[in-house]
Every structure is written in C-alpha cells, then in structure tokens.
C-alpha cells in the first residue's frame, strides 16, 4: 500500500513538472513582399466584323450515292442478299452450325442428305432447298458432305458469297 502512495507522488510530480507554462515566444515581424506587376500594353481594339442577321450557316446533306452509311457499324451481322416475301422454311429458323448431317443417300435418282435440326426433327435436304439464317442454298450433296452457298450485303452493301459444308461426323474405330 505505501508503494502505491509513493508511485501516486511520483506521478504527480511528473505531471505538475511537466505542465510549466512557458514564456510566449515574441512574435515575428510579418515581412510584406512586393511584387512587380507588369503593365499590359494598351488593348487595341479588334476590327469589328459586319454581322448581318440574315446569316444563316449552310446546309449539309449526306450523298450515299454507293457510300456505306457512316452511321451504321461496321462489327453488325451480315444481312441475308434479297429480302423476299417468300414464307422461311423451318430450316432457315436455325444456323448452320445447328444441324447436324446424319445420312448422305447417293443414287439413281437426285441426292439427298437428312439433318438434324436442335428441335429434334430430321428433315431432308435436296439440291436447291434454302437452309440457314442467312437464306443458304444447297449447292451440292457429296459423299460426306452438303456443300451450301450463302449470299450476303457486307458493312460496305457489296454482296458477297461465302460456301459453307456440313460435315458427317466421323465414326468411331474406323
């Protein structure tokens, strides 16, 4: 307990100690710098333009006149050639990466190839049947492959021609 007392003393001390005030320091001068400012010339005065308030600034119009359209993107999805009036098959409801090529028949007659389509339907391919998104024509029917030709406007409105195949898969072990 006497030790308590005797650190309680010690803390005191310190802290009255510590808590002197000491004489306010004399404040310094506040120096005052002057700054030469220079003089701007006289302004002259600016020759006055006639304005009439009939003037109007003129009129621009565009001339697409076999331009692109500036205004269009050029990243859009390619446009299908012709838009006809002509009712879609169901296989131009799906890509062409959609269908799968199941059976290729050669014979006698016209070839033929069956495909099926994501709705789990089978539908049979000839030579001249519209197929794909892009209104795709069946070009040829070879041995393990449709051959079809698609005709689309790019971004610059030129049309163009591109020829895709499906393919049969290929067979396990052979």
Known sequence: MTARLILLFIVLLVLLTACQDAPPQP??????????????????PEPQMEKTPETQPPEFSYQARDRRDPFVSLLTIREPEEDSDEPLTPLQNFGLKELRLIA?????????????????????????????????????IQDEEVIIEERFRDFSGATRTEVKRITLPQREGV
């Open 27 to 44: 404040a310094r001068p506040v120096q005052t710098r002057t700054r030469a400012v220079a003089q701007k010339p006289p302004a002259r």
């Open 104 to 140: 290729v028949i050669l014979g006698k007659g016209e070839a033929r190839a069956m495909v099926l389509a994501p709705d789990k339907k089978a539908y049979t391919l000839t030579k001249g049947v519209k197929v794909g998104r892009n209104k795709g024509e069946v070009t040829a």
